[in-house]
């Protein structure tokens, strides 16, 4: 996501950083350069615009020109805009002061408008919440049969009556249900279409004036470029959405839609799809995008994912071994388990500051070699994996061959695991209580 249009900037904030100061020339050429990243990202041609005076109306007024560090100050001016285009703040999903929340989900065919529908169910279910899904596609074969499958992954359950009922008085009866059933969120997944036509915004609009809904949030494929700016121009038109979900950035996407929807619908970017998953969703911080764009991380967000990851009783066992030093491979192992939840390693190394135009293999972070250090692990014996220290020749051929590695690969991984345990003695006798690590208390790092 991003990465063409991160690399691009990259580039032409390199004509800045080459000029102890600048001109109001360098400042334009630099900018064409902006320019022409930001259409090559497919960003509307009207945001483009926009964006490009604002930030050279910025630029060219002193508050660049006279710096003694202009190139800084170019950075924190494109990304102040950035956010400025994307929306500044996070705007969360509006709770109805009496229950149920009803939210409407909209969008064209084959845009993820019934996963998500769960994915959103399963964000607010882990806040305490009790969400009911309600199947109103009647006309996509499967689709009720699909919100069943993802209903029951999540534990969330599914109010359908079958695909020859009328779609408004399914959601009606649906909203009927939940009032009787004290379900204070209810999640109606509409039918969609190939393309916007009068059939289907009719019957959204019987739908919306039935049940009234405190959301109308519009499901867009981020992978259709400039086309999901259009789609959500026009339903926007028709329903006046009040909130916008952007699913498949996660995917070859040159992420044009993010940076446009806001400004041309005038509706925020709520939720952000970010991969298959039924737990690969985000809200979406316009701060927080706009320093991904300019490869700056995203520390904020790989906090709160870490936190929402791992145990914390857990983490506080981990804390008391690393104290007593007995810290063994079985914990090492519960450790590679705890940091795959977060993700692949490249999407957590996309929130670290410092990584732009990198990928894994730059870093030299192979995610096989993690696999096989998982099964040299599991290739070991319980008394292996709490004493390190009997694995001898003979041990050590077993494990590699049960792994599919060699001895050298087992001779380098033990050795690395007694780096890290003289490592972690260095934060015992009272260093972890000065330094609680990165993810806060209770967590090791």
Known sequence: MFQTL???LTQAFGIFRNKGKLSEADVKAGMREIKLAMLEADVNFKVVKEFINRVTERAVGGEVLESLLPAQQIVKIVNEELCA????????LTISSKPPTVVMMVGLQGSGKTTHSAKIAAYFKKQGKRPLLCACDVYRPAAIKQLQVVGEKIGVPVFEMGDRENPRKIAKAAL???????????????????????????????IKSTVNPTEILL?????????????????????????????????????????SVRYVT??????????????????????????RI??????????????????????AELEQKLR??????????????????????????????????????????DENQIDRMEAMILSMTPKEREKPDII?????????????????????????????????????????????GLFGKGFPF
């Open 294 to 315: 300019l490869g700056m991380g995203d520390m904020l967000s790989l906090i709160e994912k870490a936190q929402e990851n791992f145990d914390e009783k857990k983490a």
């Open 85 to 92: 285009v994307m929306g500044n703040k996070n705007e969360k």
């Open 324 to 365: 007593q030093s007995t810290f063994t491979f079985t914990d090492y192992l519960e450790q590679f388990k705890q940091i795959r939840k977060m993700g692949s390693m490249e999407q957590i190394m996309g929130m670290l500051p410092g990584m732009k135009g990198m990928n894994v293999k730059d870093a030299k972070i």
């Open 6 to 8: 991160t690399d691009k």
């Open 266 to 291: 005038g509706k925020p970017i709520k939720f952000v799809g970010m991969g298959e998953k039924l737990d690969t969703l985000e809200p979406f911080h316009p701060d927080r995008m706009a320093s």
């Open 392 to 436: 001898n020749g003979s041990r050590k051929k077993r494990i590699a061959a049960g792994s599919g590695t060699t001895v050298e690969e087992l001779n380098r991984f033990i050795k690395q695991f007694e780096q890290t345990q003289k490592l972690m003695k260095q934060f015992t006798g009272g260093g972890m209580k000065k330094k609680r």
């Open 176 to 206: 009927d249900y939940a009032h009787k059933n004290a379900y204070d969120m209810l999640f109606i997944d509409t039918a969609g279409r190939l393309h916007i036509d009068e059939e289907l915004m009719k019957e959204l609009k019987d």
């Open 219 to 259: 499901v867009v494929d981020a992978m259709t470029g400039q086309d999901a700016v259009n789609v959500a121009e026009h339903f926007n038109h028709l329903l006046d959405i009040t909130g916008v979900v952007l699913t498949k950035l996660d995917g070859d996407t040159r992420g044009g839609a993010a940076l």
